[in-house]
T-cell receptor
């Protein structure tokens, strides 16, 4: 089986930092994606982690611990436009197609 | 990365009818994927569209309900057959960018069945 868990909703203040967690249980592991999805739009790629550690890309960073089945997406210097759903997706062993979690709805307020 | 054009962007359909969704990519891709996103839910893979062979369906999805065509390496269609209100959802086409190893998506088709 394959379980991907992330919080349903988070709120944060403009200019702050927020961390969105994702835990997973899979039979094997081939990588983890984070996507951003604004309401009514298609998901857009943010990051891809296959090895342990932190990947930094501008205001967004993604961390992976394969032994713990854990990842987080870190958003710094939050802007109002960062209000969106953030989807964690895992590629299980023997596959190359991602399976998505339910997503975390992030609300950024002034 | 390739550009995906998906149409229609939205439609309202009567129950019992069928709708065909088109996905056009501006470059040749080996695999194309169809996802469904029901209200408040995450993306669920329906099937992988293979060029030159039948689509590969995920558990819970069958060819009679969701027939898929893949006539060439840049185009695919998904048909939602004999629709019911439970089929109301967003349907998304996706392809893999093999260079950077990520999946990207078309704009989606928002389907409402009444």
């Amino acid at each position: 089986g394959q379980n991907i868990d992330q919080p349903t909703e988070m709120t944060a203040t403009e200019g702050a930092i927020v961390q969105i967690n994702c835990t997973y249980q899979t039979s094997g592991f081939n990588g983890l994606f984070w996507y951003q999805q604004h309401a009514g739009e298609a998901p857009t790629f943010l990051s891809y982690n296959v090895l342990d550690g932190l990947e930094e890309k501008g205001r967004f960073s993604s961390f992976l611990s394969r032994s713990k089945g854990y990842s987080y997406l870190l958003l710094k210097e939050l802007q109002m436009k960062d209000s969106a759903s953030y989807l964690c997706a895992v590629i299980k062993g023997g596959s190359y197609i991602p399976t998505f979690g339910r997503g975390t709805s992030l609300i950024v307020h002034p | 990365s390739a550009v995906i054009s998906q149409k229609p962007s939205r439609d309202i359909c009567q129950r019992g009818t069928s709708l065909t969704i088109q996905c056009q990519v501006d470059s040749q891709v080996t695999m194309m994927f169809w996802y469904r996103q029901q209200p408040g839910q995450s993306l669920t893979l329906i099937a992988t569209a293979n060029q030159g062979s039948e689509a590969t369906y995920e558990s819970g999805f069958v060819i009679d309900k969701f027939p898929i065509s893949r006539p060439n390496l840049t185009f695919s269609t998904l048909t939602v057959s004999n629709m019911s209100p439970e089929d109301s959802s967003i349907y998304l086409c996706s392809v893999e960018d093999r260079t950077d190893s990520y999946f990207f998506f078309g704009q989606g088709t928002r389907l409402t069945v009444v």
